[in-house]
């Protein structure tokens, strides 16, 4: 597509459910990143895919949090037995494989998440 | 890890004055990326740095890379009301194959 696409752009759910959030990177972007960023905050680095190779889950919380990347293509971020602490909006973004040069990287509208 | 210093944390300023904001690491960098976020949205890219020394203006805006690799600003001129927002830097270093991002100057633009 033209720009990263997340869904769903807001959810709310109660404490204790599992959410999934959707991520789509632009068209041909083989890297593809999580950030999670809590009001007023900076991005905190959650996993990071690159192609075909294993992905970089070290930024990941807890346990409770996994992603997985499909067909090199759209991603989902799971988060299990949501906690109020969770409530965050969870950005996905794409770019062109990780050294090349004249590379940038495109972020999607958010994903914003509240457990009640 | 790496770590982005950025600064200033906050600014506050009248409509009409020129901004400026700057990130530095310990480490060398490849690329410097700076961002801006709107209340609600994510963040959207402002201007790209590739080469040390470079020098790039996008409208009122202008970053340069640094000469030393370790460091970028982002200058604003003759701010106005829809500046308000944060502010991201964002550095590529080959050597760790990663983007590391700044933790975000956060402008206010009083009318």
């Known amino acids: 597509g033209a720009g990263v696409s997340q869904s769903p752009s807001n959810k709310v759910t109660e404490k204790g459910k599992d959410v999934e959030l959707r991520c789509d990177p632009i068209?041909?972007?083989?890297?593809l990143y999580w950030y999670r960023q809590s009001l007023g905050q900076g991005l905190e680095f959650l996993i990071y895919?690159?192609?075909?190779?294993?992905?970089?889950k070290s930024g990941l919380p807890s346990d409770r949090f996994s992603a997985e990347r499909t067909g090199g293509s759209v991603s989902t971020l799971t988060i299990q037995r949501t906690q109020q602490e969770d409530s965050a909006v969870y950005l996905c973004a794409s770019s062109l494989e990780l050294g090349r040069v004249g590379n940038t990287i495109y972020f999607g509208e958010g994903s914003w998440l509240t457990v009640v | 890890g790496q770590q982005l210093n950025q600064s200033p944390q906050s600014m506050f300023i009248q409509e009409g004055e020129d901004v400026s904001m700057n990130c530095t690491s310990s480490?060398?960098?490849?690329?410097w990326l700076w961002y801006k976020q709107d209340p609600g949205e994510g963040p959207v890219l402002l201007i790209a740095?590739?080469?040390?020394?470079e020098l790039t203006s996008n409208g009122r805006l202008t970053a340069q890379f640094g000469i030393t690799r370790k460091d970028s600003f982002l200058n604003i001129s003759a701010s106005i009301p829809s500046d308000v927002g944060i502010y991201f830097c964002?550095?590529?270093?080959?050597?760790?194959?990663?983007?590391?991002f700044g933790s975000g100057t956060k402008l206010n633009v009083k009318p």
């Open positions: 740095l590739y080469k040390a020394g």
């Open positions: 895919f690159q192609g075909n190779s294993a992905p970089d």
């Open positions: 964002a550095g590529l270093t080959f050597f760790f194959n990663k983007f590391y």
């Open positions: 480490s060398i960098f490849n690329t």
């Open positions: 068209s041909g972007h083989t890297a």
